[in-house]
């Protein structure tokens, strides 16, 4: 077993922790003497909140999170949708159903992103005239949906099969089993690796900047070309995606915690 | 779940594979599939017009030199190749940091532990296009401007730069390529960071505890106990994120590395041709990571058949 350090220990590795952390940024951040780099961070909260005609406004980074979260959440349900959608079909008698779902996940899943939302954009977005907005909120469901779709199959696929006998026993059709008994056990069992999704969702959301979405990314890229503030923008927008997505971390490591406690009682 | 004999009377789908029968669902879907690409096809040839150019395309792929009127590898076979150099060199230099933040994080003193992991959760919550630029930046105009690396190039004999060429692909991308590198090896090594903490943390504890009784100290315990069991059972998720890099390589085209992805938009806005361009790169990417993932796969059953392994009898039983 791993002993428990003493308390001085502790205190000391705490103390040589902190001391390492305030050097790095002493080191990072620090005058053009410290760095090399003349910071010039008062200059970033304007980008953040600005005030115009006597009102307060957000600022284009604050806007740019605006559109990242919107994206992400919109993604996020549609991505529910086709990833429940797969998994079930995957798991079905039917073959079709069963080798459509299989291709798309392996395809999917196989190539890059930004070559989806490329081919999304400009292949399919002519024919079927899909918009800009669209065509990344449609790349990012159908590229996350292959991930909760394996996600939620190997939750419905870890249920016990005496859940299905009893179900089958008490008169219980397919979609009712599904619908009652399987869907709601299996959700549940594959609840935190899905929470990683979402952070890896709000991630992958960055790229549709590519295609001049103007999300987080994209206004930070708009404002380096501006003012050249190139790390105080770049290490801004890093935090701003940083405080969403270590918050959706930590409540993926809690509910894992709950979860690990649940199924060990 | 094989030997049990009634399979064909269980009412779980899953489990009744042998089962799969042709119904209406199927006729649905396959209607449904036809006329979605039927409409896509018709839409392209009556509304879109679109001007079929695949010759043009394949001289992207595969070019005849003019002066000698050989064939060489075109813009999309050098961005193929290019990807693959990229992803090689990160993976390579990803291991061994991914495997020091391993070790930070499975330290017994809580300051190592804290130091892996605020870098781990650092990069893995930032996203990779962010790591990319602030990497491109840090690295192409702090780091190399100091190494020179464009110096140091131009006082190498002409057969050692021959070498870093087929290494590295062409000399005068070299700093840009390098801190692509660095930035795509920084991102991976946070995941490979992970994998094999999980393949440390899947070694019985028994092993520790027995070489601890036998004197070894705590390196050698790592090097003679833990880490021979650790590679052979982290080796097939370990080639899995070899895939996920190729992937991840391609969001380099936003910092103008000419790997796969930059080449099509190059192709295009040179010749637009959208449709054909997209439909090579995409196909290219999927045979390249099709042909790896199978790869795996192979090597994944093997390694189950020989080792039968904690790791992956951990994963059988869930």
Same mark, same amino acid.
């Given at each position: 077993?791993?002993?428990?350090?003493?308390?001085?220990?502790?205190?000391?590795?705490?103390?040589?922790?902190?001391?390492?952390?305030?050097?790095?940024?002493?080191?990072?951040?620090? $005058?053009?003497?410290?760095?090399?780099?003349?910071?010039?961070?008062?200059?970033?909260?304007?980008?953040?909140?600005?005030?115009?005609? !006597?009102?307060?406004?957000?600022?284009?980074?604050?806007? $740019?999170? $605006?559109?990242?979260?919107?994206?992400?959440?919109?993604?996020?349900?549609?991505? @529910?949708?086709?990833?429940?959608?797969?998994?079930?079909?995957?798991?079905?008698?039917?073959?079709?159903?069963?080798?459509?779902?299989?291709?798309?996940? !392996?395809?999917?899943?196989?190539?890059?992103?930004?070559?989806?939302?490329?081919?999304?954009?400009?292949?399919?977005?002519?024919?079927?005239?899909?918009?800009?907005?669209?065509?990344?909120?449609?790349?990012?469901?159908?590229? !996350?949906?292959?991930?909760? $779709?394996?996600?939620?199959?190997?939750?419905?696929?870890?249920?016990?099969?005496? =859940? @299905?006998?009893?179900?089958?026993?008490?008169?219980?059709?397919?979609? =009712?089993?599904?619908? @009652?008994?399987?869907?709601? =056990?299996?959700?549940?069992?594959?609840?935190?690796?899905?929470?990683? =999704?979402?952070?890896?969702?709000?991630?992958?959301?960055?790229?549709?900047?590519?295609?001049?979405?103007?999300?987080?990314?994209?206004?930070?890229?708009?404002?380096?070309?501006?003012?050249?503030?190139?790390?105080?923008?770049?290490?801004?927008?890093?935090?701003?995606?940083?405080?969403?997505?270590?918050?959706?971390?930590?409540?993926?490591?809690?509910?894992?915690?709950?979860?690990?406690?649940?199924?060990?009682? | 779940?094989?030997?049990?004999?009634?399979?064909?009377?269980?009412?779980?789908?899953?489990?009744?594979?042998?089962?799969?029968?042709?119904?209406?669902?199927?006729? /649905?879907?396959?209607?449904?599939?036809?006329?979605?690409?039927?409409?896509?096809?018709?839409?392209?040839?009556?509304?879109?017009?679109?001007?079929?150019?695949?010759?043009?395309?394949?001289?992207?792929? /595969?070019?005849?030199? +003019?002066?000698?009127?050989?064939?060489? +590898?075109?813009?999309?076979?050098?961005?193929?190749?290019?990807?693959?150099?990229?992803?090689?060199?990160?993976?390579?230099?990803?291991?061994?940091?991914?495997?020091?933040?391993?070790?930070?994080?499975?330290?017994?003193?809580?300051?190592?532990?804290?130091?892996?992991?605020?870098?781990?959760?650092?990069?893995?919550?930032?996203?990779?296009?962010?790591? *990319?630029?602030?990497?491109?930046?840090?690295?192409?105009?702090?780091?190399?401007?100091?190494?020179?690396?464009?110096?140091?190039?131009?006082?190498? +004999?002409?057969?050692?730069?021959?070498? /870093?060429?087929?290494?590295?692909?062409?000399?005068?991308?070299?700093?840009?390529?390098?801190?692509?590198?660095?930035?795509?090896?920084?991102?991976?090594?946070?995941?490979?960071?992970?994998?094999?903490?999980?393949?440390?943390?899947?070694?019985?504890?028994?092993?520790?505890?027995?070489?601890?009784?036998?004197?070894?100290?705590?390196?050698?315990?790592?090097?003679?106990?833990?880490?021979?069991?650790?590679?052979?059972?982290?080796?097939? +998720?370990?080639?899995?994120?070899?895939?996920?890099?190729?992937?991840?390589?391609?969001?380099?085209?936003?910092?103008?590395?000419?790997?796969?992805?930059?080449?099509?938009?190059? *192709?295009?806005?040179?010749?637009?041709?959208?449709?054909?361009?997209?439909?090579?790169?995409?196909?290219?990417?999927?045979?390249?990571?099709?042909?790896?993932?199978?790869? /795996?796969?192979?090597?994944?059953?093997?390694?189950?058949?020989?080792?039968?392994?904690?790791?992956?009898?951990?994963?059988?039983?869930?």
């Amino acid at each position: 077993m791993i002993r428990k350090p003493s308390l001085r220990s502790r205190l000391l590795d705490g103390l040589l922790f902190v001391l390492v952390l305030s050097a790095t940024a002493a080191f990072l951040f620090g $005058g053009e003497n410290a760095s090399g780099y003349p910071w010039q961070w008062y200059r970033i909260p304007r980008y953040l909140l600005e005030r115009s005609e !006597e009102r307060w406004r957000w600022g284009p980074l604050m806007q $740019g999170m $605006g559109m990242t979260l919107a994206l992400s959440g919109i993604s996020l349900i549609l991505s @529910w949708a086709v990833g429940i959608t797969a998994a079930l079909m995957r798991l079905s008698h039917s073959i079709v159903a069963a080798a459509i779902s299989r291709g798309y996940t !392996e395809f999917i899943r196989n190539t890059p992103l930004l070559v989806q939302l490329f081919f999304i954009y400009f292949v399919l977005g002519p024919i079927f005239d899909i918009p800009k907005t669209t065509a990344a909120v449609t790349a990012l469901s159908i590229f !996350e949906g292959a991930y909760v $779709g394996e996600i939620i199959r190997s939750g419905i696929t870890s249920i016990d099969k005496t =859940q @299905w006998e009893s179900a089958y026993s008490l008169g219980m059709n397919l979609s =009712q089993t599904y619908r @009652w008994i399987i869907l709601p =056990q299996a959700i549940r069992r594959v609840l935190p690796p899905l929470t990683s =999704q979402t952070v890896s969702l709000v991630k992958d959301s960055s790229l549709v900047s590519a295609i001049a979405v103007a999300d987080l990314t994209l206004q930070g890229q708009i404002i380096i070309a501006d003012t050249f503030l190139t790390f105080e923008i770049w290490f801004t927008v890093a935090a701003m995606y940083l405080i969403v997505t270590t918050f959706l971390s930590v409540a993926a490591s809690r509910l894992e915690a709950r979860m690990d406690r649940s199924l060990r009682r | 779940m094989r030997s049990d004999p009634p399979l064909h009377v269980l009412p779980v789908p899953w489990l009744r594979r042998c089962c799969s029968r042709w119904t209406a669902l199927d006729t /649905i879907l396959l209607t449904a599939l036809i006329f979605v690409v039927t409409a896509a096809c018709w839409k392209v040839v009556t509304q879109l017009r679109y001007h079929w150019n695949w010759l043009t395309l394949f001289g992207h792929v /595969i070019r005849i030199d +003019p002066d000698t009127g050989s064939p060489t +590898p075109g813009a999309l076979l050098q961005g193929l190749a290019t990807t693959i150099r990229l992803s090689f060199w990160a993976m390579l230099v990803a291991t061994p940091i991914g495997l020091a933040i391993a070790l930070l994080r499975s330290s017994r003193r809580l300051f190592n532990r804290w130091t892996g992991r605020t870098f781990l959760e650092l990069v893995r919550n930032t996203p990779p296009i962010v790591v *990319i630029f602030i990497g491109y930046y840090f690295f192409s105009e702090r780091l190399l401007s100091v190494f020179d690396v464009s110096d140091t190039l131009q006082d190498l +004999p002409e057969s050692a730069l021959l070498w /870093i060429e087929a290494g590295f692909g062409p000399r005068s991308q070299l700093p840009a390529f390098l801190s692509a590198t660095a930035s795509i090896a920084v991102i991976e090594a946070v995941y490979i960071a992970e994998i094999i903490r999980g393949g440390i943390r899947s070694i019985d504890h028994g092993q520790v505890e027995a070489s601890e009784a036998l004197g070894l100290n705590r390196l050698q315990q790592l090097r003679y106990v833990v880490l021979p069991q650790v590679v052979r059972n982290i080796l097939p +998720p370990l080639s899995g994120q070899f895939v996920s890099t190729i992937k991840d390589s391609a969001i380099v085209s936003v910092i103008s590395i000419q790997e796969l992805c930059f080449q099509g938009t190059e *192709i295009i806005s040179a010749t637009h041709l959208h449709f054909e361009t997209w439909i090579t790169v995409t196909l290219m990417y999927a045979v390249l990571t099709f042909t790896l993932s199978y790869g /795996i796969s192979r090597l994944e059953r093997r390694v189950r058949k020989h080792s039968g392994s904690a790791l992956f009898d951990k994963r059988m039983t869930g």
